[in-house]
């Protein structure tokens, strides 16, 4: 089954202990993102990778670092959480063939939701 | 890329049409514009893409107006499980150096029965 899985899925924690947040896609995507939802506003990018070793920041990056070692996952890092990065975290994926908007589609995976106290 | 502006929420009852309206004034000559659907807790799933005039699938309709500088979704006969916040996000049809893609806050969707 074609996916985009998202560990951990809920994650309480406290300011300033390092945390991972992982996202693994099966379906060989080039783009891979990461967005953080908070009410009222939207879905914000963090930050995005259109291929191995190629990440770019996005409209939110401060307080995030993310990796592209591997074409599959996309980890998205928080080296000291502090409490506004409580929020509901999205990775999502999208095939870039044939120009990035052609594709029409960005799958996402099923959310992580943070706390940090 | 392209801002977009949609209303915050829209309340309809079941067997109803609702039509959305997104307005992009700035939209390039190569941006797509895209629909996408989000329930409570879930990722935002696509509903549906064009460039131009009018597309249907068979979960919705887009209309788009030869200026390009607003999109129309338009839910037929809706149910209390299309009952979700909606997405316009625009982007462009060439690859390049820029894919930034922040949705902004959507439409907030309220069928009742």
């Known amino acids: 089954e074609a996916q985009v899985t998202q560990n951990p899925r809920y994650l309480i924690t406290v300011t300033g202990k390092k945390l991972t947040v992982t996202c693994s896609q099966n379906?060989?995507?080039?783009?891979m993102s990461w967005y953080r939802q908070d009410p009222g506003l939207g879905l914000r990018q963090i930050y995005y990778?259109?291929?191995?070793?190629?990440?770019d920041k996005g409209d939110v990056p401060e307080g995030y670092k993310v990796s592209r070692k591997e074409k599959r996952n996309f980890p998205l890092i928080l080296e000291s959480p502090s409490p506004n990065q409580t929020s509901l975290y999205f990775c999502?994926?999208?095939?870039?063939?044939?120009?990035?908007?052609?594709?029409?589609?960005?799958?996402f995976g099923e959310g992580s939701r943070l706390t940090v106290l | 890329l392209a801002k977009t502006t949609q209303p915050i929420s829209m309340d309809s009852y079941e067997g109803q049409e609702v039509n959305i309206t997104c307005s992009h004034n700035?939209?390039?000559?190569?941006?797509?514009i895209t629909w996408y659907q989000q329930f409570p807790s879930q990722g935002p799933r696509f509903i549906i893409q064009?460039?131009?005039t009018k597309v249907t699938n068979e979960v919705a309709s887009l209309f788009i107006p030869a200026d390009r500088k607003s999109s129309t979704l338009s839910l037929p006969r809706v149910s209390l499980s299309d009952t979700a916040v909606y997405y316009c996000?625009?982007?462009?049809?060439?690859?390049?150096?820029?894919?930034?893609?922040?949705f902004g806050a959507g439409t907030t969707v309220t069928v009742r029965a």
């Open positions: 700035n939209i390039a000559t190569n941006d797509y």
């Open positions: 990778s259109m291929n191995v070793e190629v990440t």
């Open positions: 064009g460039y131009k």
């Open positions: 996000l625009v982007g462009d049809g060439e690859i390049s150096n820029d894919y930034k893609l922040s």
């Open positions: 379906m060989n995507h080039e783009y």
């Open positions: 999502a994926s999208s095939p870039l063939a044939g120009g990035f908007a052609n594709t029409g589609e960005l799958f």
